[in-house]
């Protein structure tokens, strides 16, 4: 079935340096891939996506890439601050059907100030 | 809440209750999904629906069921079927079309007592 891999399952980075997360895909349909936050005890929230079509994707501090021959994207966040602490969970689906998200296993990222 | 409504936050089993977990949303979305999340496991697809009146079970349906006879409320029930119940469950709902992501509700989280 499909599966999405993500490491690491813990990062811990020192405020200002940079945080990359990797995920990997194995339904080579796959065609939309969002990236969620989830504070504690909170829903997760969408901070950025990206389609197939693409290679790369920035929203200030928060970029996305693509590698599609790979099967393979990551997070990448700059300049990192307190407020960025938080599980992130990569996920991916096909645009036909009933367009479900599979998720990555999550990764707890912890700034250290 | 964002248009999708979670109740209630905060839920305890005893030992073969059935128990019902709500999902309402007003954003006129098609698609809704029940997601069920353990630490370190990423979000687990229960149960999703497309359309009104139609359901079909994701990846650990064993010991849930749902019903979906409103286009704005998608219920889910898990019995004493389901052994170890004890989770952070996330609701989401979907609109039509490739260009859209899950709006999450704020989850309830169950826990057996």
């Known amino acids: 079935g499909e599966n999405v891999e993500q490491h690491p399952s813990t990062l811990s980075v020192q405020e200002g340096d940079s945080a990359v997360i990797k995920c990997t895909y194995s339904?080579?349909?796959?065609?939309?891939f969002p990236w969620y936050k989830q504070e504690l005890g909170k829903r997760p929230q969408l901070i950025i996506d990206i389609r197939s079509n693409v290679g790369e994707k920035k929203d200030q501090r928060i970029a996305v890439t693509l590698n599609k021959t790979a099967k393979h994207f990551s997070l990448h966040i700059t300049e990192t601050q307190p407020e960025d602490s938080a599980v992130y969970f990569c996920?991916?689906?096909?645009?036909?059907?009933?367009?479900?998200?599979?998720f990555g296993q999550g990764t707890r990222l912890t700034i250290n100030p | 809440d964002g248009g999708i409504t979670q109740s209630p936050k905060y839920l305890f089993r005893k030992e073969g209750q059935n128990v019902t977990l709500s999902c309402e949303q007003n954003l006129n979305h098609d698609a809704m999904y029940w997601y069920r999340q353990d630490p370190g496991q990423g979000l687990r697809l229960i149960y999703y629906s497309q359309i009104v009146n139609d359901f079909q079970k994701g990846d650990i349906a064993e010991g849930y069921s749902v019903s979906r006879e409103k286009k704005e409320s998608f219920p889910l029930t898990v019995t004493s079927a389901q052994k170890n119940p004890t989770a952070f469950y996330l609701c989401a709902s979907k609109d039509r079309g490739p260009n859209y992501g899950y709006t999450f509700g704020s989850g309830t989280r169950l826990t057996v007592v």
């Open positions: 996920a991916a689906r096909r645009d036909q059907g009933a367009q479900k998200l599979v």
């Open positions: 339904d080579s349909a796959s065609n939309y």
